[in-house]
C-alpha cells in the first residue's frame, strides 16, 4: 500500500510568484492535514481536511494559503503570491477516521523562495 | 511560545551506550506520538501512548507517559547507528476539539559506531 505522497519535493520560486503543492493521502483515510516546518521552529499546524471539508483551518498564516480537497482525495496547497518568510518544509499527513490523532507523514515539499 | 519541549536538543552517543529523551509540557496530551526522522524523508511513526503512566517497548525502544499526560520520555538501550536521526514528539491538547499534532523541536541523535 502506497503511503501518503507529496509533489514536488523541492520547489525554488521568486518572490510574488506562486506555487502549488500537491498531496495525495493514503488511500482510504478521510482526515488530512497540512503542516509546515519553517528553519529552526517545530512543526507547527496549517489546517485539517475531513474528506472535502475543512474542519480546522486555525493554523493558516494569512490568506496567501489556500488548501483545496475537492472530491475529498488529494489536496492542493497553493501559495499566492509567495514570500520570503513561506520557506520551509511543508509537510501532508493522513489518518483513518477512528484514529485521528495516528497520523502518517509524506516526505515534505522543501519550498524555498527567494 | 513552545508548547513541547524536548531535551536534549542534539545528542551523541557510542554504539552501545544507553540514553533517554524527554518531551516535557505544562499543557495536558490527550495522547503522545513519537516520531523518527531522516534527512530528506518525512517523520515516521515509532509509537502512541494514551493512558497516563503507559509504558510501551518497541525492541530496544522504551516509551513512557507521565502520569499527568503532560510528559513523555523515550529509552533506548544498546544504542546502533541505526537509530541515528531525529526524534520528535507530538500530541493533539486535550480538549482542543482538534486533532492538530502539537510538535516538539526534536533530539537529533548520532550513534557514531
Known amino acids: ?114 | 511560545t513552545q508548547l513541547l519541549k524536548q531535551s536534549p536538543q542534539f545528542l551523541s552517543i557510542q554504539e552501545g551506550e544507553n540514553l533517554t529523551v524527554y518531551c516535557n509540557s505544562s499543557s495536558v496530551f490527550s495522547s503522545l506520538q513519537w516520531y523518527r526522522q531522516e534527512p530528506g524523508e518525512g517523520p515516521v511513526l515509532l509509537v502512541t501512548v494514551v493512558t497516563g503512566g503507559e509504558v510501551k517497548k518497541l525492541k530496544r525502544l522504551t516509551f513512557q507517559f507521565g502520569d499527568a499526560r503532560k510528559d513523555s520520555s523515550l529509552h533506548i538501550t544498546a544504542a546502533q547507528p541505526g537509530d541515528t536521526g531525529l526524534y520528535l514528539c507530538a500530541g493533539p491538547l486535550l480538549g482542543a476539539g482538534s486533532y492538530q499534532l502539537t510538535f516538539g523541536k526534536g533530539t537529533k541523535l548520532s550513534v557514531i559506531p
Open chain 1, 1 to 114: 500500500e502506497a503511503g501518503v505522497t507529496q509533489f514536488p519535493s523541492h520547489s525554488v520560486i521568486e518572490k510574488g510568484q506562486t506555487v502549488t503543492l500537491r498531496c495525495d493521502p493514503i488511500s482510504g483515510h478521510d482526515n488530512l492535514y497540512w503542516y509546515r516546518r519553517v528553519m529552526g521552529k517545530e512543526i507547527k499546524f496549517l489546517l485539517h481536511f475531513v474528506k472535502e471539508s475543512k474542519q480546522d483551518e486555525s493554523g493558516m498564516p494569512n490568506n496567501r494559503f489556500l488548501a483545496e480537497r475537492t472530491g475529498g482525495t488529494y489536496s492542493t496547497l497553493k501559495v499566492q503570491p509567495a514570500e520570503l518568510e513561506d520557506s520551509g518544509v511543508y509537510f501532508c499527513a493522513s489518518s483513518q477516521a477512528g484514529a485521528k490523532n495516528i497520523q502518517y507523514f509524506g516526505a515534505g515539499t522543501r519550498l524555498s523562495v527567494l
